[in-house]
C-alpha cells in the first residue's frame, strides 16, 4: 500500500528523444507527486511536482501527466539532452502531521546519447 | 545561499562500531527529515523532525538507529552496533515549514560503509 512502483529500471534515449518514466500507486491517501532528479555523488534535486486534482503539469521541457483513476503519473522530458543523464525518481507523499513524508520509486537510470 | 550539508562525506567503520552522521539543514528551515538509500535503490524515509521534536520516526528500522535535533537546527543521525547491512547512502534533507507542499532540499548524503 505504501509503495510506488516505477519503470523502466534503466532507459537509453538518443539526444532530441522523449523519454517517458512511469510510476504506479496505491494507497489513496497520495496527495502529492514529485519528481527527483539526482546525478552520482548529489543528493536528489526537485524538478517538478503535481497534485491529484491537475491532470498535467509543464515546467519547460519537464512535463507531468497525471491519471488519478488508474494512479498512475508519468515524466516526460522533450527535446532530451545529454546533460539530462541522472537517476530519476518519482515519489508519493502523504501527511504527517502536516508536512509530507515522500515514498520514493525505486529510480530510472537515463542516459541520453549525443 | 548554502544548501543542506553532511558530514563526513564517507565513512567506515567496522560491524559493531558506533557512528555518527551530521546534518547541517538550510538556514531557518524548521523541517529535517533523514532518509536511507541503498545501492540502486530510491530514498527510504527514516525520521522526520519539526523543531526539536521527532514528529514522526517510524521509518527508523530497529532501536539501533537514533536521531536528535535539540536545537532545532543541527541533526545528528546514531547508529549503535552497526551492521554490515546498515551499509547505505543517508540523506538528509529540509524545508522551510514542513508543510506538505514545501520543497525538500536534500544534502549530498554521507555513505557509509560497515565492513
Known amino acids: 500500500q505504501q509503495q510506488v512502483k516505477q519503470s523502466p529500471q534503466s532507459l537509453i534515449v538518443q539526444k532530441g528523444g522523449i523519454p517517458i518514466i512511469n510510476c504506479a500507486y496505491e494507497?489513496?491517501?497520495?496527495?502529492?507527486f514529485p519528481w527527483y532528479q539526482q546525478f552520482p555523488g548529489k543528493g536528489p534535486a526537485l524538478l517538478i511536482a503535481i497534485r491529484p486534482d491537475v491532470s498535467e503539469k509543464k515546467e519547460g521541457r519537464f512535463t507531468i501527466s497525471f491519471n488519478k483513476s488508474a494512479k498512475q503519473f508519468s515524466l516526460h522530458i522533450m527535446d532530451s539532452q545529454p546533460g539530462d543523464s541522472a537517476t530519476y525518481f518519482c515519489a508519493a507523499s502523504i501527511e504527517i502531521q502536516g508536512a509530507q513524508k515522500l515514498v520514493f520509486g525505486q529510480g530510472t537510470r537515463l542516459t541520453i546519447n549525443p | 545561499g548554502a544548501g543542506v550539508s553532511q558530514t563526513p562525506s564517507n565513512k567506515v567503520t567496522e560491524k559493531g562500531k558506533y557512528v555518527e552522521l551530521r546534518c547541517d539543514p538550510i538556514?531557518?528551515?524548521?523541517?529535517l527529515y533523514w532518509y536511507r538509500q541503498s545501492l540502486g535503490q530510491g530514498p527510504e524515509f527514516l525520521i522526520y523532525?519539526?523543531?526539536?521534536?521527532?514528529?514522526?520516526d517510524s521509518g527508523l528500522p530497529n532501536d539501533r538507529f537514533f536521531a536528535v535535533r535539540p536545537e532545532g537546527s543541527v541533526s545528528t543521525l546514531k547508529i549503535q552496533r552497526t551492521e554490515r547491512g546498515d551499509s547505505a547512502v543517508y540523506l538528509c534533507?529540509?524545508?522551510?515549514?514542513?508543510?506538505?507542499?514545501?520543497?525538500?532540499?536534500f544534502g549530498p548524503g554521507t555513505r557509509l560503509t560497515v565492513l
Open positions: 494507497n489513496t491517501a497520495f496527495d502529492y
Open positions: 523532525f519539526q523543531g526539536t521534536g521527532a514528529a514522526d
Open positions: 538556514s531557518g528551515h524548521t523541517a
Open positions: 534533507a529540509s524545508s522551510s515549514r514542513g508543510w506538505r507542499t514545501d520543497t525538500q532540499y
